[in-house]
């Protein structure tokens, strides 16, 4: 009985109808997510969605304003400081001592950490060309990125949370980098990124969430994204007659008409949907192909999505 129990491995990160309302804003409307060991798990969202808010409560730097969450099996708003010992966190600006030299800020944080990550922080400086003499406050931009993220990584975290980890970051580097966080997923670590790269997150990430004005309204595996979603376009005879609704499971995410094309993001679309359309009286021409994660995105995000197809395709 024993050895089942112990073979569940618990998500490493939970959370339940997250909500934070600030004074002129809901910046969190009710978040449901759950993250499993091992995983590249990246938050897409436009400016504004909501990602920073909920990596600070994952992070216990903000209290929600109602919801649970779990980080590590800890819970981040009782015990900020065990979860923030547990993790690696990478935040959009990140706020380093300007007055210290690299070295010194990798011995102050090393303090907080076992002897291992002294050398693992020495190492990764020289990895990435930075004098350990050198003031913080001397760094360009992209070498305080990466002053940021080797103190994230020196402890060796199992769960490496990171806002827009990669900007500053020149191609060379942010390449590297990026293969690092699938290596890490491959020895059961996981990583959670909020990004705006697509291309990037189409690199790294196995699975998506998608994040518009303060809900997360679609989690899924990449793979399943590529095959899931589709971009169909119908010509039509009259751009103003109405065309009978998709049958479920399909789920049109927009619908845009230009002159007397149709173009459509659906979810679920099958072979005999295609027929059907195909057959509708006024229709003249059908394509479909498998929708760019761009795409998927734009559609998400667009505003057109209402509550209820949101909620369905989460
Ligand atoms: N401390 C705060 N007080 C009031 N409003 C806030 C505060 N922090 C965030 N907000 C608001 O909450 C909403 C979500 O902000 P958040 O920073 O989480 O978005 P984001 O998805 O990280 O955006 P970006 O991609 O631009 O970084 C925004 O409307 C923002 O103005």
């Given at each position: 009985?024993?050895t089942?129990?112990n073979s569940?491995?618990?998500?490493?990160?939970?959370?339940?109808?997250?909500?934070?309302?600030?004074?002129?804003?809901d910046?969190?409307?009710?978040?449901?997510l759950?993250?499993?060991?091992?995983?590249?798990f990246?938050?897409?969202?436009e400016n504004?969605?909501?990602?920073t808010?909920?990596?600070?409560?994952?992070?216990?730097?903000?209290?929600?304003?109602?919801?649970?969450?779990?980080?590590?099996?800890?819970d981040?708003?009782?015990?900020?400081?065990?979860?923030?010992?547990?993790i690696?966190?990478?935040s959009?600006?990140p706020?380093l001592?300007?007055?210290?030299t690299?070295s010194?800020?990798?011995?102050?944080?090393?303090s907080?950490?076992?002897?291992?990550?002294?050398?693992?922080?020495?190492d990764?400086?020289?990895?990435?060309e930075?004098?350990p003499d050198?003031?913080?406050?001397?760094?360009?931009?992209?070498?305080r990125?990466?002053?940021?993220l080797?103190?994230?990584?020196?402890?060796?975290?199992?769960?490496?949370?990171?806002?827009?980890?990669?900007?500053g970051?020149d191609p060379?580097?942010?390449?590297?980098?990026?293969?690092?966080?699938?290596?890490r997923a491959?020895?059961?670590?996981?990583?959670?990124?909020?990004?705006?790269?697509?291309s990037?997150?189409?690199?790294?990430?196995?699975?998506?969430?998608?994040?518009?004005?303060?809900?997360?309204c679609?989690?899924?595996?990449?793979?399943e994204?590529?095959?899931?979603?589709?971009e169909?376009?119908?010509?039509?005879?009259?751009?103003?007659?109405?065309?009978p609704?998709?049958?479920?499971p399909a789920?049109?995410?927009?619908?845009?008409?230009?002159?007397?094309?149709?173009?459509?993001?659906?979810?679920?679309?099958?072979?005999?949907?295609?027929a059907a359309?195909?057959?509708t009286?006024?229709?003249?021409?059908?394509?479909?192909?498998?929708?760019?994660l761009?795409?998927?995105?734009?559609?998400?995000?667009?505003g057109?999505?209402?509550t209820d197809t949101a909620?369905?395709?989460?």
């Amino acid at each position: 009985m024993n050895t089942v129990k112990n073979s569940v491995i618990n998500p490493v990160i939970t959370a339940e109808s997250l909500t934070m309302h600030f004074r002129r804003c809901d910046a969190l409307r009710g978040v449901d997510l759950s993250i499993e060991p091992g995983t590249v798990f990246a938050l897409l969202g436009e400016n504004g969605a909501g990602k920073t808010t909920l990596i600070r409560i994952l992070t216990g730097y903000q209290k929600p304003s109602s919801g649970s969450c779990r980080v590590c099996d800890l819970d981040p708003t009782r015990d900020p400081l065990g979860v923030r010992r547990q993790i690696g966190y990478v935040s959009d600006s990140p706020a380093l001592y300007d007055w210290m030299t690299v070295s010194q800020i990798g011995g102050f944080t090393a303090s907080f950490y076992d002897d291992a990550f002294r050398n693992h922080f020495n190492d990764s400086i020289v990895k990435y060309e930075i004098r350990p003499d050198q003031k913080i406050r001397s760094l360009s931009k992209g070498q305080r990125a990466k002053v940021a993220l080797s103190l994230a990584v020196a402890h060796d975290p199992a769960l490496l949370i990171m806002d827009e980890p990669t900007s500053g970051l020149d191609p060379k580097v942010r390449r590297s980098f990026l293969e690092s966080m699938i290596d890490r997923a491959a020895t059961g670590r996981t990583v959670f990124l909020a990004s705006h790269q697509i291309s990037e997150v189409e690199r790294v990430a196995d699975t998506v969430g998608i994040m518009h004005q303060g809900r997360i309204c679609f989690v899924a595996p990449l793979s399943e994204l590529r095959e899931s979603f589709s971009e169909v376009v119908i010509d039509v005879e009259d751009p103003l007659r109405t065309m009978p609704p998709l049958p479920s499971p399909a789920v049109v995410l927009s619908e845009e008409t230009e002159g007397r094309q149709r173009e459509l993001i659906v979810r679920h679309l099958k072979p005999e949907m295609i027929a059907a359309i195909r057959e509708t009286p006024g229709v003249i021409d059908i394509r479909h192909r498998v929708a760019t994660l761009e795409e998927v995105f734009i559609a998400c995000t667009s505003g057109s999505l209402s509550t209820d197809t949101a909620e369905a395709t989460a």
